[in-house]
């Protein structure tokens, strides 16, 4: 499974970005595709996922902010985020992985992840 991830920049406090990761093949229709972030100094942690099943999870930190979304004819998957703030910054990771509901949001769940894209939030 290949990743290509993109859409990071430098956005103000309270901006909105939309970062992209276009995968391969019927990935969508098999693996879930997930969200990390990783800030300096700090693990790497779940933000958001999609299901094959369509089914999304959001970490607590960005609920109601970030969107994750999927167009499976153009094999992308889409972090649309808003109200951004400056702990939003971050290295943001995609993933995919053949996971259940329950472990969508651990790290370990994922063996193919793309290569990061900086988002940088600016007060």
């Known amino acids: 499974v290949q990743l290509q991830a993109s859409g990071g920049g430098l956005v103000q406090v309270g901006g909105s970005l939309r970062l992209s990761c276009t995968t391969s093949?019927?990935?969508?229709?098999?693996?879930?595709m997930a969200w990390f972030r990783q800030a300096p100094g700090k693990e790497r942690e779940f933000v958001a996922a999609i299901r094959w099943t369509g089914d999304t999870s959001y970490a607590d930190s960005v609920k109601g902010r970030f969107t994750i979304s999927r167009d499976k004819a153009e094999s992308t998957v889409y972090l649309r985020m808003n109200s951004l703030k400056s702990e939003d910054t971050a290295v943001y990771y995609c993933a995919a992985g053949l996971t259940i509901a329950s472990t969508v949001g651990r790290l370990g769940s994922y063996p193919n992840w793309g290569q990061g894209t900086q988002v940088t939030v600016s007060s």
């Open positions: 093949g019927r990935t969508l229709s098999t693996h879930s």
